[in-house]
């Protein structure tokens, strides 16, 4: 962590869901990455790592977050920003350019207490049903070839993050007349 910084993201500059801009399909990525691609990146590590320290997020007035794709910050290229948060402190980074999925599970789960996205700065009711496992294929920041097999709560935010970059937001696969539509054919995480 580089502490201080001050070319650190801020809330301000991930785009508000009114934006036209994330609802557009990002463009596929050639390798080797711009050196600003490879800073975004890096901001956007620290900027979810940050979010997810009860200390730094208050400091910094950011909202907890998992994942962010570059879209979020008005950059319409194909590629997004996973950190998870193992154990207190710990965490896990995943960084996936030009990524799909090549395969998932027949089983869908949804999160109880309802998705949330660092571009809606709202409440949403209603459930977003999504695989229960996923494996994606991408490149890593070194145009690598590498699949990521993921489940739970980690498969969802991959999900999450791959609408983005297809200009989809959580809230439309939410049913707008019957929010809790079909939640019993669903596992809630």
Known sequence: MRGDVVTMLKMKDILDEKDKRLRSIS???????????????????????????????????????????????????????????????????????????????????????????????????????????????GYDIEGRKIQIRAREELAICFQHELDHLNGILFIDHIDKKNPYKDKDKYRAI
């Open 27 to 137: 463009k596929e990525i050639e390798f080797p990455l711009s050196k600003k691609d490879k800073e975004t990146i890096q901001e956007m590590i620290e900027f979810l790592r940050n979010s997810q320290i009860p200390e730094l997020s208050e400091k910094y007035d950011l909202r907890p977050g998992m994942g962010l794709s570059a879209i979020q910050l008005g950059i319409a290229k194909r590629y997004f920003v996973v950190v998870d948060e193992i154990e207190p402190g710990k965490f896990e980074t995943y960084i996936l350019i030009n990524p799909k999925i090549i395969s998932n599970s027949l089983e869908k789960i949804y999160v109880e207490m309802g998705e949330g996205c660092l571009s809606v700065n709202r409440e949403v009711e209603g459930i977003v049903p999504r695989f229960a496992r996923v494996t994606m294929e």
